[in-house]
């Protein structure tokens, strides 16, 4: 199984939007709707900020939002702040009981 | 609050095993979710390398299968990750994490710092 295909990097401007996508499947993103969306500032634990593909933990801002379209998930950022600046990565349960993870997106905040 | 510690060795040389062990603090494993370990290799993405119940299922990446048990300890509160005859592929960053898993939900929500396993020839 290959990983999910995410854009190794995005930037933006402090307030703007941007988008991440998440490339896989029929067999994953695009079978089932266990999509989620991680944080990582390296050095510290993965942050969850979408699970399900749309929903939020408690806590995390309604600025992260989460959507899938066929075999591909994004995750949006709006209002782009400075602290916004990590890696992101993608995850998707997939057939057999096993999970995938996408190759992870550096978000720089210009 | 849910927090997950790895521990083990940084260094191992190859050919030999890998043990981590996880230690959960704010929840008690046998109550159930699933328990997890995913690696990210120097310079890589993530990859997942299986996951165990509370009762001791297990469900591993089919590219480790032969390699690899991950076994859960409810009286420590713990699980754990062994990875036999490791080469320098296995060098990366480990984490354990808690993989949510209801009837209609399932993700991983919590993750630890991880730890970095070197393996040296």
């Known amino acids: 199984q290959s990983a999910l295909t995410q854009p190794a990097s995005v930037s933006g401007s402090p307030g703007q939007s941007i988008t991440i996508s998440c490339t896989g499947t029929?067999?994953?993103?695009?079978?089932?709707?266990?999509v989620s969306w991680f944080q990582h500032h390296p050095g510290n634990a993965p942050q969850l900020m979408i699970f399900?593909?749309?929903r939020r933990p408690s806590g995390i801002s309604t600025r992260f939002s989460g959507s899938k379209s066929g075999n591909t998930a994004s995750l949006t950022i709006s209002g782009l702040q400075t602290a916004d600046e990590a890696d992101y990565f993608c995850?998707?349960?997939?057939?057999?009981?096993?999970?995938?993870f996408g190759g992870g997106t550096k978000l720089t905040v210009l | 609050q849910v927090r997950l510690q790895e521990s083990g060795p940084g260094l191992v040389k190859s050919s030999e095993t890998l043990s981590l062990t996880c230690d959960v603090y704010?929840?008690?494993?046998?109550?159930?979710?699933?328990w997890g370990w995913i690696r990210q290799p120097p310079g890589k993405g993530l990859e997942w390398v299986g996951t165990?119940?509370?009762?001791?299922?297990?469900s591993y990446n089919a590219s480790l299968h032969d390699r690899i048990t991950i076994s859960a300890d409810t009286s420590n509160n713990q699980f754990s990750l062994t990875l036999t005859s490791v080469t320098a592929a296995d060098t990366a960053v480990y984490y354990c994490?808690?993989?949510?898993?209801?009837?209609?939900?399932?993700?991983?929500?919590?993750w630890g710092q991880g730890i970095l396993v070197r393996v040296s020839s």
């Open positions: 165990v119940s509370q009762g001791g299922s297990t």
């Open positions: 029929s067999n994953d993103i695009g079978r089932y709707n266990y």
């Open positions: 704010g929840y008690s494993i046998s109550v159930g979710h699933w």
């Open positions: 994490a808690r993989q949510y898993r209801t009837t209609s939900s399932l993700h991983f929500d919590y």
């Open positions: 399900d593909v749309s």
């Open positions: 995850s998707s349960y997939t057939t057999s009981d096993t999970w995938l």
